[in-house]
């Protein structure tokens, strides 16, 4: 078992809908959870963090946390064309662990 | 500014050559890490390093080797033993609290081509 796991997709969805990405981890003793953005060609952007469970909200993104179920998930509502890229989900107990990501395409 | 940067951002390496990447932080960040990314891949983690000269063998360390003689500067340098080098590398630091290592902040990175 992967220790980050996510669909790898591709996930298409249309502009205006919501995007939901999702993200299981094996490591019960976790702590913190980050989602990644990474831009075909570029470096991962950091757009979401969070640290206990239940909801975090940012502008468009909201990212939930479920560490009962070993689940982190990211929203993102009202999908622009500028958000299709690869989203990486992270873990962190001491060293952060990297899912394989999903890839989001946003059709106009 | 502050931020990471890493130079070159493309690299062209001849077969048997050894190639060193630079990685430049002006974050203040105690920690820094070395990952490879393949196509349609995650990253996967070479070296980290927590304090300066100390460092880590990540998951990948086997042809590749580290320095860190300065809070700012982890060169990753790439040698012949690796087999299969041509990749996407990338750089990033994080601060440290206690045993924890936080939230990672990414170069622009290195992608590497073996002729």
């Known amino acids: 078992q992967k220790e980050v796991e996510q669909n790898s997709g591709p996930l298409s969805v249309p502009e205006g809908a919501i995007a939901s990405l999702n993200c299981t981890y094996s490591d019960r003793g976790s702590q913190s959870f980050f989602w990644y953005r990474q831009y075909s060609g570029k470096s991962p952007e950091l757009i979401m963090s969070i640290y206990s469970n239940g909801d975090k909200e940012d502008g468009r993104f909201t990212a939930q946390l479920n560490k009962a179920s070993q689940y982190v998930s990211l929203l993102i509502r009202d999908s622009q064309p500028s958000d299709s890229a690869t989203y990486l989900c992270a873990v962190n107990r001491r060293l952060m662990t990297f899912g394989s990501g999903t890839q989001l395409t946003v059709l106009p | 500014d502050g931020g990471i940067t890493q130079s070159p951002k493309y690299l062209f390496r001849k077969e048997g050559q050894n190639v060193t990447l630079s990685c430049e932080q002006n974050l203040n960040h105690d920690a820094m890490y070395w990952y490879r990314q393949d196509p349609g891949q995650g990253l996967r983690l070479i070296y980290y390093?927590?304090?300066?000269?100390?460092?880590q063998k990540g998951d990948i360390a086997e042809g590749y080797s580290v320095s860190r003689e300065k809070k700012e500067s982890f060169p990753l340098t790439v040698t012949s033993a690796q087999k299969n080098p041509t990749a996407f590398y990338l750089c990033a630091s994080s601060s440290v609290q206690g045993e924890s290592y936080n939230e990672q902040f990414f170069g622009p990175g290195t992608r590497l081509t073996v002729l």
């Open positions: 390093s927590q304090i300066v000269n100390d460092f």
